[in-house]
């Protein structure tokens, strides 16, 4: 497939797409399929290439192209080299038990998805309603102490239990926040999926005051 002339290549793709059976799996699932590591909806790591290949294939719509390698094809030759175009019953039946297991993936992967958003969505919200409570007592205090009169008996003492309350909370929020949102995909699904666990995880975030994100970059707890 390397050093293909792409104007041809282009052409062939287009006139092989007309005759693309429908049930065709869409090009970036057969790009990961082949070993194309897919980072975008448009971009992904060449497997053809040595040394650094980061995002450089392009895909969209039927055709892909490498502009280092300049490897390049659609999605029929893709799904031809995959021997996804036989049609002797074996590979048939074969395909018919694979795209299954594949749709089973990716319904998993779309529900841990989902509740990964959810449980970020909350963490984010619980950590933003303890610092806007924090922010408000600390601004009643101030105004309190400067002359201002309270807004109901026992307002300075509410404040002051409002600030004790946000001290108590705010580390261990802004850890669970660190961890749905930066964690490692395997901690983020745990922190997700198993609520038992998630004690375990803010524990270690706040004792190592930070944690180490996906591709191993260091994400510090500030407090
Ligand atoms: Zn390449």
Redesign the pocket.
């Known amino acids: 497939m ?1 050093g293909f002339n792409m104007e041809i290549t282009f052409d062939l793709g287009t006139s092989e797409v007309a005759k693309a059976p429908l049930a065709l799996p869409p090009l970036a699932e057969l790009l990961a399929q082949a070993g194309f590591r897919v980072r975008t909806a448009r971009r992904a790591d ?4 040595t040394g650094r ?1 980061r995002m ?2 392009a895909f969209i719509g039927e055709v892909y192209f ?6 390049t094809g659609s999605r029929e030759s893709l799904a031809r080299e995959l021997g996804l175009l036989a049609t002797d019953q074996e590979s048939v039946i074969r395909r018919r038990i694979e795209a299954r297991e594949r749709a089973r993936l990716r319904s998993v992967a779309d529900r841990l998805r989902e509740a990964e958003r959810r449980v970020q969505g909350r963490a984010r919200a619980n950590l933003l309603s303890l610092v806007a409570l924090r922010r408000n007592s600390g601004a009643r205090l101030v105004a309190l102490r400067a002359g201002a009169c309270e807004r109901f008996p026992g307002e300075s003492e509410f404040a002051w239990d409002a600030l004790r309350f946000v001290a108590d909370h705010e580390a261990r929020a802004s850890a669970s926040y660190l961890v749905a949102a930066f964690a490692s995909e395997r901690d983020r699904a745990v922190f997700s999926l198993h609520p038992e666990q998630r004690a375990a995880l803010v524990e270690r975030v706040l004792e190592n005051g930070g944690l180490r994100a996906d591709g191993s970059r260091w994400v510090e707890l500030v407090l």
């Open positions: 390397t060449c497997p053809s290439c290949s450089t294939v490498c502009h280092r390698c300049k490897r």
